[in-house]
């Protein structure tokens, strides 16, 4: 999925094959590892997943706490630092090889001044993930460990064939042995 | 504040004093306790707060959760189930006697498909969310309960005069007791 696929799919059906998009998109093509975002700097650009999985990380007292994977067909960046502009506190990487479309926050602003497409982007792309952190919200208030793995499988069921285990332990936030004490209880 | 208020403060400073909003909007004075969204509700309005404050609570095993609390100048309603029209699992009380600007989600949906306005709101209200939201999550993952009571008189210094101390324990997920210890502790 494209950005352009996005907007026919969410936003707007009727959107032309040769409309300009209202901001400037480029391609970038990542290795696994890649740091997008790093701690400490702010963020400038917006990405769009079209192929790899982004994990957006924090740290606290040297140990890692993961906030949330972004899959293909979902916007991604530091996204507190892009509406604040102060330092970043999550690290973007790529966890597996990417494909990305970029753009520039202030090319993005800009066209929030007058572009009605660019807000109804912007603001459905923003509704996804204030749905996706609440969900998870919810979830840590609510529900175990092990029912929240089970969730998780559900939603991706492919998840684990590409993404370690401990990555998913620090996003459930349990330690490595007790996801496994988990796995095995489940099956 | 009003919504008025709030497209010149934030979205559109030279929004004309005469100009009609993009979507209707009704006042409503409530008494203190009212309850404006049920769990199980779909969210059909939404709120933009005059006076007063509005908590967001969900019940987990008959052990009741703050997620929020509202103030003045904010936006506010069952936003999940606004977005996704499933059944709500979150309450939407007046901690405090109200005064609110009301909107249907039917008028707002109408509004989005052609207003740059309506859409430069929603974006924008939906990104002060999004930060509440991140914040609250990174707080709970990375300080203490301690710290948090701190941050929120720093942010808030009238709020222990206004909002219970067993509210503000449950929104800060610690126990009444807990928290009198962290006051304590703190004077």
Do not use: W
């Not at 990380?57 to 993961?66: A, H, L, P, Q, Y």
């Not at 790529?94 to 494909?99: A, G, Q, R």
């Not at 092990?146 to 990555?167: A, C, F, G, Q, T």
Request: overall charge neutral.
């Amino acid at each position: 999925m494209t950005i352009r696929d996005y907007i026919v799919s969410f936003v707007d059906p009727s959107f032309p094959d040769d409309a300009p998009l209202p901001f400037p998109v480029s391609e970038m093509r990542l290795k696994k590892n890649h740091v997008l975002t790093s701690i400490g700097q702010t963020e400038a650009r917006a990405y769009f997943i079209q192929q790899g999985i982004v994990e957006i990380s924090m740290n606290n007292d040297g140990n890692e706490k993961i906030l949330e994977f972004f899959f293909p067909g979902q916007f991604t960046c530091a996204y507190t630092s892009f509406l604040t502009q102060r330092p970043s506190d999550v690290r973007l990487t790529c966890l597996t090889d990417c494909v990305l479309e970029m753009f520039e926050r202030r090319h993005l602003m800009e066209a929030y001044t007058t572009s009605l497409l660019a807000n109804q982007i912007g603001r459905y792309a923003t509704e996804q993930i204030f749905l996706m952190r609440t969900k998870r919200e919810k979830e840590f208030l609510t529900i175990s460990a092990e029912e929240r793995y089970l969730n998780l499988m559900k939603e991706r069921p492919d998840i684990l064939s590409i993404i370690p285990v401990n990555k998913i332990a620090k996003y459930l936030g349990v330690h490595p042995e007790s996801l496994s004490r988990i796995r095995k209880h489940i099956s």
